[in-house]
């Protein structure tokens, strides 16, 4: 081809650039704006959601991929939640995790009510605080601890700091999902006492304990760190982290999974759910998200070889109760006792079969984040959560379970027969 034929159009095309030196800035404008926008997917809008809070994660498409699995990736709705607030979970565990393995009083505080609190769980409030206040700036949070004991107390305060400003994810974008440092030492009080929202029937509202089962944690036991969103009342995510339970969802409880826990290499798992979604199991690990896996509750063939969980604190279910349950429902193994909500994701995974929580008091209110997220994670895996008068759990009610008493879970196929056995032994039928 004659090279004057090819050239002469280039030539002018050159010139007009030339002459109108405009169209040369609008071109390269386009070009930028096409690069960010073909990068987007995997970049730059997951950031937006820092900006604009839970308007843009909302309805974040596949955009996470790095860090959310195939949970999220399947679907947009409450992807960003999900992801997010099992991240912090996993973040606020290294915190656990690291006063756990302290020998002695693990920085015991008593509470008004004579409950412990550790330093544990004030920091990792903080942390999870500050990763919903970054992502979710307007959702409201009811959370279990609040300040007060910190600001009177510099020698507890300084130590709580000095946790919370050393952990962080050990994976820059994980951490940056989660908005980065808590500012100072007051903004960590100031996060603290973001929790204390009356919760209720309207909006979103997160429900945080987070060290579910303190006394297990100060024992050596079992304990969880326990996050769930709420909807206009009802749970829509539920993530628990547990640190001392196995990997494995196929691992058999074993009699002594609730004592003697040593913070040990290969434990440590987050359970997950979504509304309409299933649950999940993964490992907990220190940085982006691990590789999770459906998991679903076992159907019960016998009931004679189904087991039952309990709680280790005999004030915090009727244990003597249960026994007779038990009897009459022809289970034959004694209970798994172990503290706080590991019990639901042990159920959920099918390592075990049943959950009973049999009131002790009449005065007694349950607390809405010793449930939420357990809750969840139960029914996405097939089971059914309710109170002994069979009515389901009302997170509406505010930051108590008010209207409910006690709790049956089980795999929904056998629900009726086992409430059934608890009305009879409790006298309610
Ligand atoms: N009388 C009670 N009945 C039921 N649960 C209780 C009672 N007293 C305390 N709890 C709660 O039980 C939860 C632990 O449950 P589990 O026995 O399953 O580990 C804790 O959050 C604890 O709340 P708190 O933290 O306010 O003491
Ligand atoms: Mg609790």
């Known amino acids: 081809m004659p090279v004057g034929k090819s050239e002469g159009p280039l030539r002018s095309r050159a010139n007009l650039f030339r002459t109108h030196p405009s169209l040369t800035i609008i071109l390269s404008l386009l070009i930028l704006i096409l690069a960010i926008f073909t990068s987007a997917s995997t970049s730059v809008i997951p950031r937006l959601g820092l900006l604009f809070g839970h308007l843009t994660p909302r309805h974040t498409p596949?955009?996470?991929?790095?860090?959310?699995?195939?949970a999220a990736t399947m679907t947009t709705i409450y992807a960003a939640e999900l992801e997010v607030a099992q991240l912090a979970v996993q973040?606020?565990?290294?915190?656990t995790k690291r006063v756990f393995r302290e020998k002695g009083t693990?920085?015991?505080?008593?509470?008004?009510?004579?409950?412990?609190?550790?330093?544990?769980?004030?920091?990792?409030?903080?942390?999870?605080?500050?990763?919903?206040r970054a992502r979710f700036p307007h959702d409201a949070i009811v959370a279990e601890e609040e300040a007060a004991p910190l600001r009177t107390d510099a020698a507890l305060r300084e130590r709580?700091?000095?946790?919370?400003?050393?952990?962080?994810?050990?994976?820059?974008?994980?951490?940056?999902?989660?908005?980065?440092?808590?500012?100072?030492?007051?903004d960590m009080l100031a996060l603290i006492d973001r929790g204390k929202s009356e919760g209720g029937r309207r909006g979103r509202v997160w429900t945080i304990d987070p060290?579910?089962?303190?006394?297990?944690?100060l024992r050596g036991g079992q304990y969880a760190v326990a996050l769930a969103l709420l909807e206009n009342g009802d749970v829509k995510v539920g993530v628990l982290g547990c640190p001392n339970l196995p990997v494995d969802d196929a691992a058999p409880l074993t009699a002594d999974i609730g004592a003697n826990q040593t913070d040990e290499e290969g434990r440590g798992v987050i359970f997950s759910a979504v509304i309409g979604q299933g649950a999940w199991s993964r490992p907990l690990g220190t940085g982006a998200l691990a590789e999770g896996k459906r998991i679903s509750?076992?159907?019960i063939t016998e009931m004679s070889s189904a087991s039952f969980c309990e709680s280790v604190e005999a004030g915090h279910s009727n244990q003597s109760e249960a026994a007779q349950i038990a009897q009459k429902l022809g289970i034959t193994k004694p209970s798994v006792r172990m503290d706080s909500q590991a019990k639901y994701g042990s159920i959920a995974r099918g390592a075990g079969d049943i959950y009973l929580r049999l009131p002790t008091s009449k005065t007694y209110q349950e607390?809405?984040?010793?449930?939420?997220?357990?809750?969840?994670?139960v029914r996405e895996a097939g089971g059914q959560v309710t109170d002994t008068k069979g009515q389901r759990l009302d997170f509406g009610v505010g930051r108590t379970l008010a209207t409910n008493s006690g709790v049956v879970a089980a795999p929904a196929a056998v629900h009726g027969q086992v409430l059934e056995a608890v009305q009879e032994v409790l006298g309610l039928k």
Request: net charge negative; no cysteine.
């Open 297 to 299: 509750m076992k159907p």
């Open 211 to 217: 060290i579910d089962g303190t006394k297990g944690f």
């Open 367 to 377: 607390k809405i984040w010793d449930h939420a997220a357990g809750d969840l994670i």
């Open 106 to 132: 693990k920085g015991a505080v008593a509470k008004d009510d004579a409950s412990p609190v550790t330093v544990g769980d004030f920091g990792a409030q903080a942390l999870i605080i500050a990763a919903l």
């Open 160 to 186: 709580i700091w000095r946790l919370v400003r050393e952990t962080r994810l050990d994976d820059v974008a994980a951490e940056g999902l989660l908005g980065g440092a808590v500012a100072d030492v007051e």
């Open 91 to 95: 973040r606020a565990a290294q915190l």
């Open 62 to 70: 596949a955009t996470t991929t790095r860090h959310v699995t195939t």
